[in-house]
Nanobody, 117 residues
Framework: QVQLVESGGGLVQPGGSLRLSCVAS????????MGWYRQAPGKEREFVAR???????DYAESVKGRFTISRDNTKNTVYLQMNSLKPEDTAVYYC???????????WGQGTQVTVSS
């Protein structure tokens, strides 16, 4: 059974930083593409970043230069380092397994990120 558990969210002031983590189980993590998505209140879930099994990365335009996705295959964990946070980054952040560039399978419970002064 695939399980994804996100953590690391919280309340941060504009300009601050957070690092999100997602621990995966039930998949061959080292061979999986992984992604981060987010959903703000009243909006659809949107792509944030992805990392392939061979560590190629891609980002939404809105987070380029501020967010960094990485992975540690020894810990079955994918990270999202978020710097220079803005109020518009406020959302629930989810990680997912990707097939190609598309989300596949179940989502985790998400972790809330709130950027506010």
């Amino acid at each position: 059974q695939v399980q994804l558990v996100e953590s690391g969210g919280g309340l941060v002031q504009p300009g601050g930083s957070l690092r999100l983590s997602c621990v995966a189980s039930g998949i061959i993590f080292s061979g999986s593409n992984m992604g981060w998505y987010r959903q703000a209140p009243g909006k659809e879930r949107e792509f944030v970043a992805r990392i392939t099994y061979d560590r190629s990365t891609d980002y939404a335009e809105s987070v380029k230069g501020r967010f960094t996705i990485s992975r540690d295959n020894t810990k079955n964990t994918v990270y999202l380092q978020m710097n220079s946070l803005k109020p518009e980054d406020t959302a629930v952040y989810y990680c997912c397994r990707l097939v190609g560039i598309f989300p596949f399978g179940s989502w985790g419970q998400g972790t809330q990120v709130t950027v506010s002064s």
